[in-house]
């Protein structure tokens, strides 16, 4: 991975053998042992014919219980992710000072507002997404940074380095890409970013249009301090805010462009209706909002891939996981009153605004080398 950027502190020679430890026992789970684990599933479902049966994926996810080396799987692939979240806490908990004093910003470009009364939507509640302790509106209070914290590093790792390294910055990166890609006449003053987590994707926004005034938008205070400290530490100017990307207070047409990043599979049905609607709401005429999904969607269809959604929504905590990657956004987005609506991939970018391999396409290009995308013009 590259090295890590300004606000992130560096662990300790045992720590970081600890944190890539992890990693590899990350990808020995997916790379090595899944594939066996699909292999048997498929020869399961084949010998049981459950494609037969009014529940295909209920019936292959029984059959596939009954087997131990599935369980095993299961639990290691859940516990690898537990181990990732304590070795990254118990790392920031040693240098809680130093990540204070790197929040302390003299002269900020960028803000942070945050809102003691606010409260965090249920499906982000009611589970720990990712299975990171806390989840996204953990706060710890007295100007803590700590959970934003712990989402930067613990991200990095958990991307596998397949995301912009500690950055984590290629989903952002990708989604001004597309802007580039299919609005080249759009030149936007107001962007914002509803879902902006640490400011990872929100930093992109900001570089690649820098004439612009940019806004982030998420439930949770610390992660917010966090992400404008890490803003500041990078040199971008973005103006933090802690609401609810349903239902923002921002007024009717204040933004040229909208975005999320990977937001709306950790949401719900409803939720992500208003979130589409909240995007066209917030557009000025001419404006354009991009939402960018993970990359799975539209291969849907093997029951492997299926039974692979239910296992994530229910073994990582990802609470629409399944309903977002089967999800019609053409219709969605023109029943939220969009009109140029495209839907499909756009080719995965390490930067958006020097890239000059710009493509936005029907067909997937692969995992992490394209990320579906819908979007649409106000």
Not at 42 to 55: E, K, P, S
Not at 113 to 136: C, E, I, K, S
Not at 207 to 213: L, Q, S, T, V
Request: glycine share 10%; with cysteine.
């Amino acid at each position: 991975m590259n090295a890590p950027h300004p606000m992130i502190p560096e662990p300790s020679h045992d720590e970081m053998a600890e944190q890539l430890f992890v990693r590899d026992l990350k990808l020995f789970v997916m790379g090595d042992l899944e594939p066996v684990q699909r292999e048997m599933a498929m020869q399961v479902a084949d010998a049981v014919d459950v494609r037969a049966t009014n529940d295909p994926v209920g019936n292959l996810r029984s059959e596939m219980m009954e087997r131990p080396s599935f369980r095993q799987w299961l639990g290691l692939r859940r516990e690898s992710q537990r181990l990732l979240w304590d070795v990254v806490g118990d790392s920031l908990d040693r240098r809680a000072g130093e990540l204070a004093q790197r929040a302390a910003i003299a002269e900020p470009k960028g803000s942070v507002r945050t809102n003691p009364d606010f409260r965090a939507p249920g499906y982000l509640v009611d589970g720990d997404v990712h299975l990171m302790p806390g989840g996204y509106e953990a706060d710890p209070g007295e100007g803590s940074v700590a959970q934003g914290a712990l989402m930067d590093r613990g991200g990095a790792i958990y991307m596998l380095g397949r995301n912009g390294g500690y950055l984590n910055d290629f989903r952002g990166q990708t989604a001004m890409a597309h802007v580039l890609t299919c609005y080249p006449d759009l030149d936007p003053k107001r962007i914002v970013e509803l879902g902006c987590g640490v400011g990872s994707s929100t930093a992109p926004a900001a570089a690649c249009f820098p004439d612009a005034e940019v806004h982030g938008v998420d439930v949770g205070a610390s992660m917010l301090r966090y992400a404008h400290a890490r803003s500041e530490r990078l040199g971008v100017a973005v103006h933090y805010s802690q609401q609810n990307a349903e239902s923002t207070d921002f007024p009717d047409g204040s933004f040229d462009l909208v975005y999320t990043c990977a937001v709306l599979h950790e949401t719900s049905q409803s939720a992500v209706i208003n979130i589409l609607k909240e995007s066209r709401r917030l557009l000025r005429p001419g404006g354009v909002a991009v939402h960018l999904e993970v990359p799975l969607l539209m291969t849907i269809g093997s029951l492997w891939d299926e039974l692979s959604a239910e296992l994530e929504a229910d073994y990582n905590n990802e609470p629409y996981w399944r309903g977002a990657l089967t999800a019609d956004y053409e219709a969605l987005m023109r029943t939220a009153g969009f009109a140029e609506v495209r839907t499909g991939y756009q080719r995965a970018s390490m930067g958006a605004a020097r890239d000059a391999n710009l493509h936005f396409g029907p067909d997937s290009e692969g995992v992490f080398r394209s990320w579906f995308v819908a979007s649409g013009r106000a």
